[in-house]
C-alpha cells in the first residue's frame, strides 16, 4: 500500500506583544518584518546596531541578530506591499532560509503597518510557513523526520481565519504528497482505495464507475485508455463533499494517469522519467476537495478522478482507432499520448451530468501549455471569456498565476476527422493546448460555467506561491481563492 498522508498542524497563538517583548520571548527563531517607515527609528536603538552595520557592509535582507535569545531575522519592507509574484517569491525564500534550523517554535512580528496591510502579509507568511512545514514522503532510508513547527506566535493581533489557512496548508500539502508518490507505490488500484478510505474518514459520499460500469454505460474514450492496463484497476471516481443549505454546488474534475508512458506513441528519451506526476489534476481536485471540507465552507462539491495509467499492451488503443465517447461523440484516435484530453472527455460527461453551477478541470495536460507559459504559470481556459481579467487578477493574488489562452470556434478546424466527429488531436503543427480545450468543449455543455486549467504551473524549480517545493500543487489555493470572488459565488457579471 501507499504512504499514508498525514497532517498536524502548528498551534497558531495571536499575541499583542511589542517588538521588544517578542525580541527577548522564548521563540527559537523571530522573523520580524518592519515597515520601511519605521526603519530608521529601529536602526538608532541599540539591539539593532548589527543590523545598522550589515546594511553599511552593504549586506542583503533579511538581517540577522543572533543572541542568546535565539535568531532574529530583521526585514524592512514597503508599508504597503502588494500582494503578486515578488512578494510570494521574496517570503518563500526568507521561509526557506530558516528550514535548515530545526526550530519548533517561531515568532513572527509585523512592525508599522495598517490593519489591512499587516493581516494580508501575515496570511502569506503564515500560509509560507504551512506550506514549507508539510513533509514530503521520502524512501531513503537517511531521512531524519523534520521536528515542523509546533507554535507560530503571531503579533501583533490582527484579522485571520486560522482554521482556513491550515486547510488550504492541508489541501495542498495532500495533493503534493500524493504527487511525489512513485508510480510503484501510487498505482491506479492503490489510489482508487486511498480515495475510498479518506472518503470515509471524512465522511464524504464515494462512488465508483469501474470498468465493467463504464464498459455498460459507453465511456469509450475513458476506456481507451484503461484497455492498455492490467485488467480492472482503472475507474472514475466520484467524492462528494456535502454540506447542509450550500450556497453553490461546484463540480471538480482531475486527470489522474498514475503512469504515462505514452502508450503505443510511446515517449522517448528523457521525457517518461517524470510521467508519474501525471496525474497531479486529480491530485489537485482532491487536494482542493479536502481543503473545502476542512475549512467547512458552505460549498456543495463533487470531485471526479479519472483515474488510469497509459500503458502497452495486447489490448492497447492504436492512432487510427475510432472510439465512442460516453456522450456519443466518435473520436478518432490520433495520438495515444494525447491520453489526458480521453480520460477527461468521460469524466467532464459525467460531472456535467449533476448540473453543477461551475465545472473546473484540472490536467497536467499538454506539452504545448508548457512550451508557451514554461512552469511559472498554468494556462487557463473558459467559456465565459468575459471572466479572463478576473482570473489574472485572482492568480496573482493567490499565488498561483494563470494565464488565458484562445477558445474560440474556428480552431475547430485543426479537429476535423475524415472518419469521426473528432480528432483526437492534430496531426504536425499545431497549438495542441489550445487544441486539447477545443475537444473538452465537446463534453462540456454551453451553458455550464466552466474552467479548464492546464496545469504547466505543477512542477517548478523553486517553488510557486506559498509553497517552496518544486512539486508546486498549483490549483487549491487558486480554486479557494476563486471560490470567495464574485465568480465562485456566481454574480452574473462577474
Ligand atoms: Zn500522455
New binding site residues.
Given amino acids: 500500500m501507499m504512504t499514508p498522508f498525514s497532517y498536524s498542524s502548528p498551534q497558531i497563538t495571536m499575541q499583542s506583544t511589542s517588538l521588544a517583548e517578542v525580541m527577548a520571548g522564548p521563540a527559537a527563531v523571530k522573523l520580524l518584518l518592519i515597515a520601511d517607515s519605521a526603519r530608521d527609528t529601529l536602526l538608532a536603538t541599540p539591539p539593532f546596531a548589527a543590523v545598522a552595520t550589515q546594511i553599511a557592509l552593504g549586506q542583503k535582507a533579511p538581517y540577522s541578530l543572533d543572541d542568546s535569545q535565539g535568531l532574529q531575522r530583521v526585514i524592512f519592507m514597503d508599508a504597503r506591499p502588494v500582494l503578486d509574484h515578488r512578494l510570494y517569491k521574496q517570503v518563500r525564500s526568507w521561509v526557506g532560509s530558516l528550514a535548515g534550523l530545526k526550530a519548533t517554535h517561531l515568532a513572527l512580528h509585523l512592525e508599522g503597518f495598517d490593519d489591512e496591510h499587516r493581516a494580508q502579509l501575515a496570511r502569506v507568511v503564515l500560509a509560507c510557513l504551512l506550506a514549507a512545514d508539510v513533509t514530503l514522503p521520502t524512501q531513503k532510508r537517511s531521512e531524519a523526520t523534520r521536528p515542523g513547527y509546533q507554535q507560530l506566535q503571531l503579533s501583533p493581533p490582527c484579522e485571520l481565519d486560522m482554521a482556513r489557512l491550515s486547510a488550504e496548508a492541508e489541501g495542498n500539502g495532500l495533493a503534493r504528497h500524493l504527487a511525489v508518490l512513485p508510480a510503484s507505490e501510487l498505482n491506479a488500484r492503490h489510489y482508487r482505495a486511498y480515495a475510498r478510505e479518506l472518503a470515509q474518514q471524512e465522511g464524504w459520499q464515494w462512488q465508483e464507475f469501474d470498468e465493467t460500469t463504464l464498459a455498460r454505460m459507453g465511456a469509450g474514450a475513458f476506456l481507451a485508455v484503461a484497455r492498455g492496463s492490467a485488467d480492472g484497476q482503472a475507474a472514475i471516481v466520484r467524492l462528494s463533499y456535502c454540506p447542509a443549505n450550500p450556497v453553490r454546488r461546484v463540480a471538480l474534475v482531475g486527470k489522474g ?1 498514475c503512469y ?4 503505443y ?1 510511446l ?1 522517448v528519451g528523457g521525457s517518461m522519467y517524470g ?1 508519474h506526476l ?1 496525474m497531479g489534476g486529480s491530485a489537485v481536485a482532491l487536494g482542493t476537495l479536502l481543503a473545502i471540507s476542512r475549512a467547512k465552507l458552505p460549498v456543495e462539491v463533487h470531485c471526479w478522478l479519472a483515474i488510469a495509467e ?1 500503458h502497452i499492451g495486447p489490448q492497447a488503443f492504436r492512432p487510427g482507432e475510432v472510439v465512442t465517447a460516453l456522450n456519443g461523440t466518435t473520436i478518432e484516435v490520433v ?6 484530453r480521453m480520460v477527461l472527455a468521460d469524466a467532464l460527461t459525467l460531472a456535467a451530468g449533476d448540473k453543477p453551477d461551475l465545472l473546473i478541470d484540472y490536467a497536467t495536460l499538454t506539452g504545448a501549455c508548457k512550451r508557451a507559459l514554461g512552469s511559472r504559470y498554468s494556462g487557463a481556459f473558459t467559456n465565459r471569456p468575459e471572466w479572463l481579467t478576473t482570473l489574472i487578477a485572482l492568480g496573482q493574488q493567490s499565488g498561483e498565476r494563470v494565464w488565458p489562452f484562445p477558445l474560440d470556434e474556428d480552431y475547430d478546424d485543426n479537429l476535423d476527422s475524415e472518419w469521426a466527429d473528432l480528432l483526437q488531436c492534430a496531426p504536425g503543427a499545431s497549438p495542441d493546448h489550445i487544441d486539447a480545450a477545443r475537444f473538452l468543449t465537446r463534453f462540456v455543455p454551453a451553458e455550464l460555467p466552466w474552467l479548464h486549467l492546464d496545469l504547466s504551473g505543477f512542477r517548478n524549480k523553486g517553488g510557486n506561491g506559498v509553497v517552496g517545493s518544486e512539486v508546486t500543487g498549483f490549483g487549491v489555493r487558486l480554486t479557494l481563492t476563486l471560490l470567495d470572488s464574485p465568480l465562485g459565488m456566481g454574480a452574473p457579471d462577474a
Fill in positions: 494517469i504515462d508512458s505514452g502508450g506513441n515517449k510521467m501525471d497509459n495520438d495515444t499520448d494525447a491520453e489526458g
